[in-house]
């Protein structure tokens, strides 16, 4: 069963400008609507010369003496006012505050985690309240948590400016950072975006290089693995000539020899 919403008991908001008959004084200051002034006359009658033009008698300065009314159309006046601070509500930037807590005795994980959440509010454009809790006799070393709060401003000093110095109330202390005007420039998250970019740059080209590399080596390694098979085939067919030179000489000597012996058979014979 859905829950009755209360009854709001507060009166409706009223227009408080007086216009035509609602203006009571004797006489006014008239203005008219080209914004000349016309002087001052009786009431009854600068009603009568709003009306006259079928615009309306408006009050904007009650407490001259006597009271300044204009001539004007009050609906379109209204309507313009309305927008004009629409768009002043528009233009204006609300600015959060976020509150992160540490311990004087913080591991560094917890710390590392705690300045991201500390991080990311600051881009994010809303102020941050970091509080250091003390428990205990911990309340005796406030150095600690003074040390904690400067390291983390440090780290963060292109992000976020000290709007409140370290400040301790009770067991608590308090620092309060603000967005830099970096950050409320909106030209952090580009810097980082264009840092992330040059890495990804920085890691293609370094990629190219070893891919390069690598088809040098690869390139090296055929010249090196061809140059090799030269050679051996070239030592090899050098081999192979030189025991062809080498094999016909035992028998060439051996027909030799058995010419010069036939032969001095011969001569041995002939004689």
Do not use: W
């Not at 908001?13 to 009786?42: C, F, H, S, W």
């Not at 600690?144 to 400067?150: M, N, S, W």
């Amino acid at each position: 069963m859905p829950v009755p919403r209360r009854f709001d008991r507060r009166p409706p908001e009223r227009d408080l400008t007086r216009i035509n008959e609602r203006i009571r004084v004797p006489e006014v200051r008239l203005i008219d609507d080209q914004g000349q002034q016309v002087g001052v006359m009786k009431t009854p009658d600068a009603l009568r010369f709003a009306q006259e033009r079928d615009l309306d008698l408006v009050e904007v300065a009650p407490d001259a003496r006597p009271p300044v009314c204009r001539v004007l159309d009050y609906s379109k006046y209204k309507y313009e006012q309305a927008q004009k601070q629409k768009q002043a509500r528009k233009h204006q930037q609300q600015i959060t505050v976020r509150e992160i807590k540490f311990r004087p005795k913080i591991a560094q994980h917890d710390y590392d985690t705690k300045k991201g959440h500390v991080e990311r509010f600051l881009r994010h454009k809303d102020k941050v309240k970091v509080t250091i809790m003390f428990r205990g006799r911990e309340v005796t070393h406030p150095e600690r948590g003074v040390a904690i709060l400067d390291r983390l401003a440090e780290e963060l000093a292109e992000l976020g400016v000290v709007e409140q110095r370290p400040l301790q109330e009770g067991r608590n202390m308090t620092m309060l950072l603000a967005p830099s005007k970096t950050v409320l420039a909106g030209r952090a998250d580009h810097a980082g975006h264009d840092g992330e970019e040059g890495e990804e740059g920085e890691g293609t080209a370094a990629a190219g290089e070893v891919t390069a590399a690598a088809g040098e080596a690869t390139a090296a390694a055929g010249e090196a693995t061809g140059a090799a098979t030269g050679e051996a085939t070239d030592v090899a067919g050098e081999a192979v000539g030189t025991a062809g030179e080498a094999a016909p000489e035992p028998v060439s000597s051996d027909g030799a020899g058995a010419t010069e012996h036939q032969a001095a058979a011969g001569g041995g014979a002939v004689s």
